[in-house]
């Protein structure tokens, strides 16, 4: 069961150790040589909870024009429900028809690669534990004791943001080590080959390739397209 309301190649991070070095060129070696001048049209973004995911997808959707598709608000359904397999990919899957979108989210449970062989480019944020959790922590405290909305109405809990294995800082300590292991191997699957990929280690990093593709679109200009949209169900502010 998935915790209560959980919250994402060109190499571009600093120097890692040994392991992590591996794991990293892993992911940049199992796909196309990138190229600069590559449009960049529909992009899923991957990331545990507290990586700043869902901001990175947000900014890249206002740049491209493109639609933030953001798996979350789809997830959480009114009362904390989660939809069916059916019907959450009746949801997302005819949005990944349209020209160019972003998806916020991975969701391998649900759509498996379905998203990821449809993109042209995979961005995987990958921050250092210590940081994701420090987020969690922050965010968390201040949604619960302000009573803040999220998707569709729920709201944070105290056990479901701190009550152990299957709360929200509890599954982003497991996924945090699994999203490493999973997805290199994930990306070595033929169907997958196209795509481009882009690892994130910091908010430095982050900024950057932001700017790269805001100017990537300014140079095409003529070719930008309708304003930013999102699914069904987004999170309230």
């Not at 991957?46 to 953001?70: D, M, V, Y």
């Not at 990958?126 to 420090?134: A, C, G, H, K, M």
């Not at 987020?135 to 709201?155: C, D, K, M, P, Q």
């Not at 070595?188 to 700017?211: D, G, K, M, Y």
Request: glycine share 8%; hydrophobic share 35%.
């Amino acid at each position: 069961m998935r915790p209560p309301l959980p919250r994402g190649t060109s190499h571009t991070g600093p120097a890692v150790a040994s392991d992590d070095a591996a794991r990293s060129e892993s992911i940049r070696t199992t796909g196309p040589p990138v190229r600069d001048s590559q449009p960049t049209k529909r992009v899923v973004v991957i990331a545990p909870p507290g990586s700043g995911k869902t901001a990175l997808a947000r900014a890249l959707a206002a740049r491209l024009g493109a639609a933030h598709i953001e798996l979350n608000a789809v997830l959480h359904g009114p009362g904390g429900q989660e939809p069916t397999v059916e019907q959450f990919r009746s949801i997302v899957l005819p949005q990944l028809d349209d020209e160019t979108w972003v998806v916020d989210a991975w969701h391998e449970r649900i759509l498996g690669t379905l998203a990821l062989e449809r993109a042209d480019t995979i961005v995987y944020l990958d921050p250092p534990l210590p940081l994701v959790l420090r987020r969690l922590v922050t965010r968390s405290l201040a949604e619960i004791l302000f009573r803040r909305r999220l998707w569709n109405g729920n709201r944070q809990t105290w056990c479901g943001a701190f009550g152990g294995r299957n709360s929200l800082v509890g599954y982003a300590i497991r996924r945090h080590p699994d999203m490493r292991r999973r997805l290199p191997e994930t990306l070595q699957r033929p169907e997958l080959q196209h795509v481009r990929r882009v690892h994130l280690t910091s908010a430095r990093r982050v900024r950057h390739w932001l700017q790269s593709e805001g100017e990537k679109m300014q140079g095409r200009g003529s070719e930008r397209l309708p304003d930013s949209r999102r699914v069904p169900g987004p999170r309230a502010s």
